[in-house]
């Protein structure tokens, strides 16, 4: 099945900083989504980007998908943005599972 | 905006007991997933099930999980004799037709005791 590797798995952020985080992936994919699920537990859908690059507010993401990677940009950092961020990708040829990588902790402190 | 709901947002059961979790989908919608996710660990899939049967399923789902679709709204995960393993979250996702984004619930925490 299709590998999603990301980096880094941990990031310790000072509010106000930047930072970029990167999910690579084995094989060519119809689906790429971003999630950050919270101290709750609850997984936010962030973006739906299976190529090109989109932006909302403070986060943006581009996926180069013939270079099978894609990026996640956060700027401005805030404390509410700690938490796991989750790549995930579906490869299939249809509507199938969908494989998330095993997440970047990203812990902002004031 | 519509969204993926799930019932109840934790449950507490005993080992050998059955439980029901329970997802609405968003109604136009037309594909639906469920994965769990143990503590700590990363969002594994579960089953998907399109046209009223499972389309897809890992080798996690054994014969102790089921699901249907019992009505036009609700889609649910029977785990029928649950195991101290089987602690986790439960996420349920929904996809429309021709479109391969999926919507995820806010899960459901279950913890075997």
């Known amino acids: 099945g299709i590998q999603v590797e990301q980096s880094p798995p941990d990031l310790i952020l000072q509010e106000g900083a930047n930072s970029t985080l990167r999910c690579n992936f084995s094989?060519?994919?119809?689906?790429l989504q971003w999630f950050h699920q919270n101290p709750w537990g609850q997984l936010i859908n962030l973006f739906y980007?299976?190529?090109g690059t989109k932006q909302n507010g403070r986060l943006s993401a581009t996926t180069v998908a013939t270079e099978r990677y894609s990026l996640l940009y956060i700027s401005s950092s805030q404390t509410t943005d700690s938490g796991v961020y989750f790549c995930?990708?579906?490869?299939?040829?249809?509507?199938?599972?969908?494989?998330f990588g095993t997440g970047t902790k990203l812990q902002v402190i004031p | 905006e519509p969204e993926v709901t799930q019932t109840p947002s934790h449950q507490v059961t005993q080992m050998g007991q059955e439980v029901i979790l329970r997802c609405v989908p968003i109604s136009n919608h037309l594909y639906f997933y469920w994965y769990r996710q143990i503590l700590g660990q990363k969002v594994e899939f579960l089953v998907s099930f399109y046209n009223n049967e499972i389309s897809e399923k890992s080798e996690i789902f054994d014969d102790q999980f089921s699901v249907e679709r019992p009505d036009g709204s609700n889609f649910t995960l029977k785990i029928r004799s649950t195991k101290l393993e089987d602690s986790a979250m439960y996420f349920c996702?929904?996809?429309?037709?021709?479109?391969?984004?999926?919507?995820f619930g806010p899960g459901t925490r279950l913890t075997v005791t």
């Open positions: 094989d060519s994919v119809n689906n």
């Open positions: 996702a929904s996809a429309r037709q021709y479109s391969y984004e999926q919507y």
């Open positions: 980007i299976p190529s």
């Open positions: 995930a990708v579906e490869g299939g040829g249809g509507y199938q599972k969908v494989t």
